[in-house]
């Protein structure tokens, strides 16, 4: 089951590393991770996308919650929030393609914020669904590069 | 006050009600040291090496609950202290390492000595810190020292660069320090503690499972009250002897992969298992999907990481045990009618039978020691003046918590979780300096001890009366143990009959000692050890073949175990 917790963490050296070691000392699997800070300055927001069955999800929050730097755990399970992601991917472009790829931005409500002779670069924002979708198009018309920040997420109203 | 760091660090200290220090100096603590030198009120203990003064602390913290402080210098120090810091962390251990660090300007350039001590020490230390301007320093120490001794306790370790040693500040300790990130629970939820008196007022066959945090929390009182007045019959983990005393007829020992065959069956057979400090280790619960198959299970720890880690608990009630057991406990008040004893006769007379049925036992021969009975005869040499009584990692571990019979709690030191060899002689070192007037017994493999017999030197200059007992059987005989019983008797790399003299070398030092060979003369030796004024190492030759019984293979439920 994929699981997205968000934490408020001191925004100090070696927090990270905390929160890394955590996870590989006991065995959980990181697959998204996101840190910046929060509008105080000491404070950061890490949102981590991991995974597990019901036993290692609680584990993981109360070990998360264990760490002193770590001042709150926040968890979306069974609560309405909204996730978002960024993507950046650069298209091989030529005469045949341009248009193909326009359009694909186009339905996707991409931009295209970088050209060159033979390429576009591409902004997508979205959550998981969009994002893979998009790429899936665009995979068969030649990406020469991405890069994806990793899901940020909070919850709805409150 | 203006001060330099190494100064604000002892005046810290003091605040902190400190009296004794555990460590080796080096170049990089050499301003603390030098500052140590010109006062009176901190006694340092000079150890030979630095995981010695880790286990050293630990035993001065185990036996009395109060922190133990380490100094120690960068480097090669530093990661030294790494076993005895990971020790404390998986037992729970108040500790406060301080470890030398380069000079701010140089970390990170390979300078000699730098080890990245944060970075290797974090996924050991309940926290650290590397403290990298000397105004930050008071505060962090305050910082440690409450973090170390709180919650679920554990070893936090600050890293001081050398120029924030030699920086002056002004000096101002502060009473006390806010962590919006640290807020141990200590009072258990109301209702969730009047729920689980119900349940426990309800249980017919309930069973107490008792933990070192029965012990950190000093709730060792509380867990005998609730005993006694419902007749809840009691059983510890290793980590847990002392917390109920083993003279009792409710006590069924401790349980688990050597634990008794009465706390084995009954954790079987019981219809509610009241966990107290304690974190259903797989040494105890054996094959976890076995485990009090039978059972809801009730559990109290401070720790909520630890509840429903392994096992699904039932009804988790967090906070400090001692508290907890303390509202909890006024609320059997009102089953006055009801005769405890009565009601529990049937599950009583269950665990007396199994208790007949295979006691702990042992086979006597003529021609060799049996180390059980040498444990059972200090056991009752020293019955009326209850010695700390500190084992190694090993079969003779197991056979002290077997045969040696503990009633009070912090007397039993023993490092569970991690298993480090090598610290008990420096962990009875330690419990010694805190406790200068109580008899301070290592019990000790060869192997073992010769993992740690350097402190030979601490015990004589610090004139530390520690009595040693080496039960000597020429093996590492927890693992001959297993390569007998599972690996066809290839006794691969355990045999360890070229062994210094023991009695020679401790004779090297100028400390007494002797050696026992028959039977007849374990008394009288023993007798001759404890009436030693200073300290004694006794090599006490046991049957080399001895094994620890029962015994639970490994990933099996615990109710099969191998007998005598």
């Not at chain 1, 509008?39 to 991991?50: A, C, H, K, Q, Y």
């Not at chain 2, 634990?259 to 079987?268: C, K, L, P, S, V």
């Not at chain 2, 210094?500 to 004779?507: I, R």
């Amino acid at each position: 089951m994929e699981y997205i917790v968000s934490l408020l963490v001191e925004n100090k050296a070696g927090v990270l590393s905390r929160i890394v070691n955590l996870f590989s000392g006991r065995g959980y699997n990181i697959e998204m991770l996101n840190v910046a800070p929060t509008m105080d300055p000491l404070l950061s927001r890490m949102t981590i996308v991991t995974s597990g069955d019901e036993r290692v999800l609680e584990q993981i929050n109360k070990q998360l919650n264990k760490v002193i730097d770590v001042v709150k755990v926040v968890e979306y399970r069974g609560r309405p929030y909204v996730e978002r992601e960024m993507a950046l991917v650069k298209m091989h472009t030529d005469a045949n393609t341009r248009a193909e790829i326009l359009r694909i931005v186009d339905i996707f409500r991409a931009n295209v914020v970088s050209v060159a002779r033979d390429s576009y670069t591409i902004e997508v924002i979205g959550d998981s669904g969009k994002i893979s979708a998009i790429l899936n198009l665009l995979e068969p018309l030649g990406i020469k590069e991405l890069a994806r920040t990793g899901k940020v997420a909070m919850t709805r109203g409150e | 006050m203006r001060l330099n760091g190494a100064n604000i660090l002892l005046e810290s200290l003091k605040r902190e009600g400190v009296k004794h220090i555990f460590g080796i100096p080096g170049g990089a603590v050499i301003n603390v040291f030098d500052e140590l030198y010109k006062q009176k009120d901190l006694e340092f203990i000079l150890t030979r090496r630095e995981d010695g003064a880790t286990f050293a602390a630990e035993g001065y913290a185990r036996s009395t609950g109060k922190v133990g402080v380490v100094f120690v210098t960068s480097g090669p120090a530093a990661t030294n202290t790494v076993t005895g810091i990971a020790n404390a962390y998986m037992d729970s251990v108040p500790i406060v390492v301080f470890t030398g660090q380069v000079p701010t300007n140089l970390i990170g350039n390979d300078a000699f000595q730098e080890a990245d001590t944060t970075g290797i020490t974090r996924p050991c230390t309940k926290h650290n810190f590397l403290v990298k301007h000397v105004e930050d320093l008071a505060e962090t120490i305050k910082k440690a020292f409450y973090i170390a001794s709180t919650g679920r306790p554990g070893p936090v370790l600050i890293d001081l660069p050398k120029d924030v040693q030699v920086n002056e500040t002004e000096f101002n300790y502060p009473k006390s320090v806010f962590i919006r990130g640290y807020n141990p629970t200590y009072h258990g939820n109301p209702r969730q503690i009047k729920k689980v008196a119900q349940i426990i007022a309800k249980a017919k066959k309930p069973l107490l499972y008792v933990g070192g945090g029965a012990i950190s929390s000093e709730a060792h009182e509380e867990v005998y009250k609730l005993a006694k007045k419902l007749s809840i019959p009691v059983f510890t983990t290793l980590m847990g002897i002392g917390a109920f005393p083993e003279t009792d007829e409710l006590s069924l020992g401790m349980a688990g992969m050597h634990g008794t065959y009465r706390a084995n069956m009954a954790i079987q057979h019981c219809d509610l298992l009241i966990s107290i400090g304690a974190r259903f280790d797989d040494r105890v619960t054996g094959k976890l999907s076995d485990f009090a198959p039978c059972a809801s299970i009730v559990h109290i720890d401070i720790d909520p990481a630890s509840i429903s880690k392994n096992v699904k608990v039932d009804y988790p009630i967090v906070g400090d045990a001692k508290l907890i057991l303390q509202e909890m406990l006024p609320l059997f008040d009102g089953y006055e009618d009801r005769n405890w004893e009565e009601m529990r006769k049937p599950w009583l007379e269950m665990i007396e039978n199994w208790k007949n049925e295979h006691k702990l036992a042992y086979i006597r021969d003529e021609k060799t020691i049996k180390p059980q009975y040498v444990l059972e005869k200090l056991y009752q040499l020293t019955q009326d003046i209850y010695p700390i009584v500190a084992s190694d990692v090993g079969q003779h571990q197991m056979w002290v918590a077997q045969f040696y019979t503990f009633t009070k709690a912090r007397t039993h030191l023993s490092a569970g979780g991690l298993g480090p060899m090598g610290f008990g002689f420096p962990a009875a070192l330690g419990a010694q300096v805190a406790n200068p007037d109580r008899m301070v017994i290592n019990i000790t493999g060869d192997g073992s001890f010769q993992m740690s017999m350097q402190e030979l030197a601490t015990i004589v200059e610090f004139k530390l009366p520690v009595k040693v007992v080496i039960l000597n059987n020429g093996f590492l005989g927890m693992v001959r143990q297993w390569q007998q019983l599972f690996f066809g008797r290839r006794y691969a790399g355990t045999d360890i009959s070229v062994q210094p003299d023991f009695v020679k070398l401790a004779q090297s030092y100028g400390v007494d000692t002797f050696r026992l060979e028959e039977e007849k003369d374990v008394e009288e030796g023993l007798r001759k050890m404890l009436s030693c004024k200073g300290a004694c190492v006794m090599d006490v030759r046991i049957s080399p073949e001895e094994n620890v019984y029962p015994m639970v293979p490994a990933g099996a439920p615990i109710s099969h175990m191998l007998l005598v």
